[in-house]
């Protein structure tokens, strides 16, 4: 690929503006000034630097982010900040978008990517994997409500039956539950549908992907084997992040 399109590929702007940048030498490959724009590169393994910050060539992006409380999913959010404000101009010229949505008062893991295919195999309705919610409750937890969670509660507008899975009270207003589709509010709808309300929402695990040492508003580049463990169907064997 040409050093300017590789350049622009990785969000550093248009192509006239890529062709500037390698003309100035603030391009570097193997700690030298490449100043040929049309230079062929291959792009394998490619490290290289702009202004003395390393990259690694990345022909897509999945990054897990820790959503932290009171950010919203929204590129043009209103009342709040929006999850973007927590990434690099590289990675918002890209186009990089949410895996789904958490509400603004909902924290966890939250996927985001700029490859359009993936991101419509795990938001596609009969394709989701299943996520981890954990629970603070309003009104202590009844024995009934794990019990209806669990044979599946209506929601209104949504067709079917929303069940839950492994749903476990943790303490008296505390539990986590596994759901297995993604319509708007789900678990504050169905926590409201067997009489209870959430408090406090926090996704812990989307398939066998879990969070646990990333703290609020950090993110990282998924591995091959982290975006493998997203997009599995069980939640058996979770590797951390
Ligand atoms: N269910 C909700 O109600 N809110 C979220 O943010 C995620 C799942």
């Not at 060539?57 to 982010?65: C, D, G, P, Q, S």
Request: glycine share 8%; charged share 20%.
């Amino acid at each position: 690929m040409l050093l300017e399109k590789m350049l622009q590929s990785q969000g550093f702007g248009s192509r006239k503006h890529c062709q500037q940048l390698i003309k100035t030498g603030a391009v570097c490959i193997a700690g030298q000034p490449v100043t040929e724009p049309k230079q062929r590169l291959e792009l394998q393994d490619l490290n290289f630097s702009v202004y003395g910050q390393d990259y690694l060539y990345r022909e897509k992006v999945y990054i897990a982010l820790h959503k932290p409380l009171n950010y919203e999913c929204s590129h043009q959010s209103t009342h709040h900040m929006s999850v973007f404000d927590l990434f690099n101009e590289m990675l918002i010229e890209r186009g990089i978008q949410c895996v789904g949505r958490l509400d603004q008062d909902t924290t966890g893991l939250l996927l985001l990517t700029d490859d359009g295919q993936f991101l419509q195999a795990l938001t596609h309705p009969k394709k989701h994997v299943p996520k981890v919610y954990r629970v603070i409750t309003a009104d202590p937890i009844t024995v009934q409500q794990i019990a209806d969670l669990m044979a599946g509660v209506e929601l209104r507008n949504e067709k079917g039956i929303f069940a839950a899975t492994d749903v476990q009270a943790l303490a008296t207003q505390e539990l986590v539950m596994t759901v297995h589709q993604g319509v708007y509010h789900q678990v504050k709808r169905m926590l409201a549908a067997v009489g209870n309300k959430v408090e406090q929402l926090h996704r812990a695990e989307i398939g066998q992907l879990g969070l646990q040492d990333l703290a609020q508003g950090e993110w990282l580049y998924l591995t091959p084997e982290q975006l493998l463990a997203a997009k599995n169907q069980s939640t058996e064997g979770i590797m951390t992040i």
